[in-house]
Nanobody, 118 residues
């Protein structure tokens, strides 16, 4: 089965930057849409950014202009570059792989903690 390995989370001051990575096993990555989602304690999981297999990106209004999602299909990896971080960005961030090719496939990473605080 597909495994998603996330990395890059940590503690950063407001205004700082982090880059999250999510490496996927398997051969279906290049056909898949990849998402980054986040969830803070007591809140619903929020879709942060999406990138299609063709490279089209979309962002939540709350992160637009600050975050950039990208992918490297040769490395089976999706990235989330986070700049100008705010305390309200504090959450567990998850990557998600979605494939619709006859059957439907959905895989989630384990999550990585991002904390924005002085």
């Amino acid at each position: 089965q597909v495994q998603l390995a996330e990395s890059g989370g940590g503690l950063v001051q407001p205004g700082g930057s982090l880059r999250l990575s999510c490496a996927a096993s398997g051969s279906i990555f290049g056909l898949s849409t990849m998402d980054w989602c986040r969830q803070a304690p007591g809140k619903q999981r929020e879709l942060v950014a999406t990138i299609t297999r063709g490279g089209t990106t979309t962002y939540a209004d709350s992160v637009k202009g600050r975050f950039t999602i990208s992918r490297d299909n040769t490395k089976n990896t999706v990235y989330l570059q986070m700049n100008s971080l705010k305390p309200e960005d504090t959450a567990v961030y998850y990557c998600h792989l979605s494939l619709r090719i006859g059957a439907s496939y959905d895989y989630w990473g384990q999550g990585t903690q991002v904390t924005v605080s002085s």
